[in-house]
């Protein structure tokens, strides 16, 4: 077992692996949370789902497309991308172009069924960016002074959590603080910097929700087992009865009680409530082990290489999908107030989906650059494989066989 996973293609295979594991089991429970909540509405059964696999197909495009870039495109795409993405972020702000979805104006409408989020591709935009300024200045020796460390990618930063906020988007927010925590720890900002930046983060977040009594009212649902006066912990309380009656195995795929109008978003925040309803302890596990090789792959990519821009990208990646998938989690199961975030390539959502699958094919990209994984997978094409055994041969004295 240690063999096995000290191999160099480790990393490679989980990140593929699990990720695509995540994305058809994510599949299989859109549609079986989302029917319901379909045909209510009168649509088919099928349209969530639909537009799922829709968005599936094109994610899988962008893995395969991010899987096989180069590194120096991705770097030289991180600026367009940053300044397309502030644009379309300003556009959600205009009225008649930007859109309010329960209660926060993140959306574009773009006609017919289609809306896109573009804060959700404010994540990618920052890790890859500041990816590439933090190896930049690592490689002309910069990071030790403060100015180099902090400008001008924390003003950026606050720049798209101030379009964020703009719109009411706390959870999006915070993973996206998250974010620049964990590319400045990879940086090797010094202690009392963090302790300053989250005091500073600390005291705005205060702020915020105590000025938002839906903000409050959610911190007041942590725990909670009683609907409250006025049911405000509705969302939380049923969640948590979802999962107590999934049991051991689960009630059946198909057979949740709770997404017959009981349960509030159960097909994008709280689908992992309705997982642990219909395939039990045992299906939950599964998707928290899957999250947990996802992750570990990704600190193993970014602890193994030698080239800057793939460690803080690297990183930066596996703090968004890791941090998203724990903040939807907890508030899931009553440990942290509900964030409205999507579990990464699980939840409904293809704004979500699609910068979490082309994430995912960075990381991809990332564990081929190793050399170790670039020997082995050369060793596994036919006609390498060829000339290497009638290598061997022609080394052997003429008397072996």
Known sequence: MRRAWDRPLTAYYLILGSGLLITVLGLVMVYSASMIYALQLSLPATYFFRKQFLAVVLGTGLLLLASRMPIKLNRALSYPLLVGTVFLMVLVQVPGIGRAVNGNQNWIYLGGPFQLQPSEFGKLALILWGADLLARKQDKRLLTQWKHLLVPFVPVALMLLGLIMLGGDMGTAIILTAILFGLLWLAGAPT?????VLAVAGLIGFALIKTSENRLSRFSCVGAIDLGPDGECWQAVHGIYALASGGWFGSGLGASVEKWGQLPEPHTDFIFAITGEELGLAGTLSVLALFAALGYAGIRVAGRTEDPFVRYAAGGVTTWITVQAVINIGAVLGLLPIAGVPLPLFSYGGSALLPTMFAIGLLIAFA?????????????????RWKTMRRRVKKRPSGER
């Open 192 to 196: 009392r910097l963090f302790a300053g």
């Open 368 to 384: 081929r650059e190793d050399p170790a994984a670039k020997a082995a997978l050369a060793m596994r094409r036919p006609g390498v």
